[in-house]
């Protein structure tokens, strides 16, 4: 099951500068794990060491945070479009 992977500009050197991937899994936990066989390294910039995603980092299935669903249990299907996009922290 094919999903495209929008990746931000810091990481898409892990991506060989591509904005969109395409990867597989049934879940966004298997299509991290899709994506680090693909593209090494990235996975380690998505998630933590326990497995968790990074605060810095939000998942979104079409309009939808993961963290408001099922998290890296939420479900994908073929077609679905993900985006990476790093969180954004500042002001005055």
Do not use: W
């Not at 298997?30 to 996975?43: H, R």
């Not at 309009?63 to 479009?81: A, N, V």
């Amino acid at each position: 099951m094919a999903v495209q992977v929008r990746i931000p500009t810091p990481l898409r050197t892990f991506t060989g500068g591509a904005e969109t991937v395409s990867a597989d899994g049934s879940t966004v936990q298997a299509l991290i794990e899709n994506l680090e066989a693909l593209y090494p390294g990235l996975k380690e910039r998505l998630v933590d060491e326990k497995g968790n995603v990074r605060r810095f980092v939000n998942l979104y299935v079409g309009e939808e945070d993961i963290r408001f669903l099922d998290g890296l249990q939420t479900e994908l299907k073929d077609g679905d479009e993900i985006s990476v996009v790093p969180a954004i922290a500042g002001g005055a």
